[in-house]
């Protein structure tokens, strides 16, 4: 009897075991996925909904995975999703928009992701330590593959274009054969930093000079304020918090990053025109700031977006939606051509209110702690974990497209859930 239960148990943890090495497979597919995809858009195949679905199993198994190991840990995140489509169901029943009510359901389930796949990197930590050192960095690698390999073909005359071009005017930037540019840069942003910081910390500065040349010319390549002002700052600053004890103080390498600094910053200074009137943009961005100011300039526009949709929002709202936010659904009863301004916190807050933005924050308050808290360690991954996650704070009041990304959500909580792989290296020479 007793070896027919043990028996059994062997056989649970194996298909346990199995399971999770099925879903960080497919997590390392992600964006080769999202390529597929593309690829089926941008040639008529007409399989546009594979991305969606491939990312739905992901969340299902992990579901399953955390719901195994903790059922109140479970039970709290679809409370969380029930609580952030209090709002957007109001609105629904009032309003009856029907295709704005999945997307609000696909948003709110979006802004869980990354707290989700960090909780569930934790719990295999705690049963299987070995597969998530294995596996997480991996999962990385492979997906900066996939960006890298949709950049090059974008150079190379395939995929969308980052700006679509007027008429008689080519695009500007290129994506590859993903579709949104900016959930784009902020993979480039994630994964890059991600590499940056393992070769610095693991081959010789030379390579790290030639992978760094690399995250400028691809950032550049998109051509989105995010990729190009987001590369330039891992670049740099991917090295400096790896000073770790040494961060605050005047140190050999603060000096010698300082030279390449000014050098690259006199060169922006010098070119800018030049480059911008080639690509036909100087006259607009000369435009803008005469006519509305470096803020418009700086989030391309979507302060007047946000304006406006907070004017409506305001004119509409009770304490409750004030609370639980109005949803798409709701918003887009007032303004019909577009329901998001693309700046995340006031987004988030139209559409769940402040409950939501507070959800929000403390999901990422609590994938960062362990980080902070570790920063000055000789961990391995804590500096480039709150160096990412902040550079993706900023973008996210400029761009938005990061706190509810498809392409980023699963990756996040991934990239996060570093902490709890335990390595330590000594920094390469």
Same mark, same amino acid.
């Given at each position: 009897?007793?070896?027919?239960?043990?028996?059994?148990?062997?056989?649970?943890?194996?298909?346990?075991?199995?399971?999770?090495?099925?879903?960080?497979?497919?997590?390392?597919?992600?964006?080769?996925?999202?390529? /597929?995809? =593309?690829?089926?858009?941008? !040639?008529?195949?007409?399989?546009?909904?594979?991305?969606?679905?491939?990312?739905?199993?992901?969340?299902?198994?992990?579901?399953?995975?955390?719901?195994?190991?903790?059922?109140? $840990?479970?039970?709290?995140?679809?409370?969380?999703?029930?609580? $952030?489509?209090?709002?957007?169901?109001?609105?629904? /029943?009032?309003?009856?928009?029907?295709?704005?009510?999945?997307?609000?359901?696909?948003?709110?389930?979006?802004?869980?992701?990354?707290?989700?796949?960090?909780?569930?990197?934790?719990?295999?930590?705690?049963?299987?330590?070995?597969?998530?050192?294995?596996? @997480?960095?991996?999962?990385?690698?492979?997906?900066?593959?996939?960006?890298?390999?949709? @950049?090059?073909?974008?150079?190379?005359?395939?995929?969308?274009?980052?700006?679509?071009?007027?008429?008689?005017?080519? =695009?500007?930037?290129?994506?590859?054969?993903?579709?949104?540019?900016?959930?784009?840069?902020?993979?480039?942003?994630?994964?890059?930093?991600?590499? $940056?910081?393992?070769?610095?910390?693991?081959?010789?500065?030379?390579?790290?000079?030639?992978?760094?040349?690399?995250?400028? !010319? &691809?950032?550049?390549?998109?051509?989105?304020?995010?990729?190009?002002?987001?590369?330039?700052? $891992?670049?740099?600053?991917?090295?400096?918090?790896?000073?770790?004890?040494?961060? &605050?103080?005047?140190?050999?390498?603060?000096?010698?990053?300082?030279?390449? &600094?000014?050098?690259?910053?006199?060169?922006?200074?010098?070119?800018?025109?030049? @480059?911008?009137?080639?690509?036909?943009?100087?006259?607009?961005?000369?435009?803008?700031?005469? #006519?509305?100011?470096?803020?418009?300039?700086?989030?391309?526009?979507?302060? #007047?977006?946000?304006?406006?949709?907070?004017?409506?929002?305001?004119?509409?709202?009770?304490?409750?939606? !004030?609370?639980?936010?109005?949803?798409?659904?709701?918003?887009?009863? &007032?303004?019909?051509?577009? !329901?998001?301004? #693309?700046?995340?916190?006031?987004?988030?807050?139209?559409?769940?209110?402040?409950? =939501?933005?507070?959800?929000?924050?403390?999901?990422?308050?609590?994938?960062?702690?362990?980080?902070?808290?570790?920063?000055?360690?000789?961990?391995?991954?804590?500096?480039?974990?709150?160096?990412?996650?902040?550079?993706?704070?900023?973008?996210?009041?400029?761009?938005?497209?990061?706190?509810?990304?498809?392409?980023?959500?699963?990756?996040?909580?991934?990239?996060? =859930?570093?902490?709890?792989?335990?390595?330590?290296?000594?920094?390469?020479?």
């Amino acid at each position: 009897m007793f070896a027919f239960i043990r028996s059994m148990e062997r056989h649970e943890r194996l298909v346990s075991f199995n399971l999770n090495h099925l879903i960080l497979l497919a997590m390392a597919c992600l964006l080769w996925v999202d390529t /597929l995809t =593309g690829i089926s858009v941008y !040639y008529g195949v007409g399989v546009t909904g594979l991305s969606m679905l491939f990312k739905l199993l992901i969340l299902a198994l992990v579901f399953v995975n955390i719901g195994s190991y903790s059922p109140k $840990l479970l039970l709290i995140f679809l409370t969380l999703i029930l609580i $952030l489509m209090i709002g957007p169901t109001q609105s629904f /029943l009032s309003f009856g928009q029907t295709k704005y009510y999945f997307d609000d359901f696909s948003y709110a389930l979006k802004l869980v992701t990354p707290i989700v796949i960090f909780s569930y990197a934790y719990i295999l930590q705690r049963i299987y330590p070995e597969l998530l050192r294995n596996w @997480l960095p991996t999962i990385l690698f492979s997906n900066f593959g996939a960006v890298i390999f949709n @950049l090059v073909l974008g150079k190379l005359g395939f995929g969308w274009p980052s700006y679509g071009g007027t008429a008689g005017q080519p =695009g500007i930037g290129v994506n590859g054969f993903y579709v949104a540019g900016n959930e784009l840069s902020a993979c480039f942003v994630l994964l890059y930093g991600f590499v $940056l910081h393992y070769v610095w910390m693991t081959q010789s500065k030379r390579r790290y000079v030639l992978v760094a040349l690399s995250t400028l !010319y &691809f950032g550049a390549a998109i051509a989105t304020k995010t990729a190009m002002l987001a590369s330039l700052m $891992l670049v740099f600053l991917v090295p400096l918090l790896n000073e770790r004890a040494n961060l &605050f103080k005047l140190t050999k390498l603060k000096i010698a990053l300082l030279g390449p &600094f000014v050098v690259i910053t006199t060169a922006v200074i010098l070119f800018i025109e030049s @480059l911008l009137t080639r690509i036909g943009l100087w006259d607009r961005f000369v435009w803008i700031i005469n #006519e509305k100011g470096w803020l418009t300039l700086i989030v391309s526009g979507r302060d #007047e977006k946000a304006e406006l949709l907070l004017d409506h929002f305001e004119s509409y709202a009770s304490i409750g939606d !004030y609370i639980w936010g109005i949803g798409a659904s709701g918003i887009t009863h &007032f303004e019909t051509i577009f !329901y998001a301004a #693309e700046i995340d916190p006031i987004d988030i807050f139209i559409w769940f209110g402040v409950v =939501g933005v507070s959800i929000v924050v403390c999901a990422i308050f609590l994938m960062n702690f362990l980080a902070f808290r570790s920063i000055r360690s000789s961990a391995f991954y804590p500096p480039v974990i709150v160096l990412v996650n902040l550079v993706l704070i900023l973008l996210s009041l400029m761009s938005g497209h990061i706190w509810a990304s498809g392409m980023l959500g699963i990756l996040w909580g991934v990239f996060n =859930g570093l902490i709890f792989v335990q390595r330590e290296e000594p920094e390469a020479t």
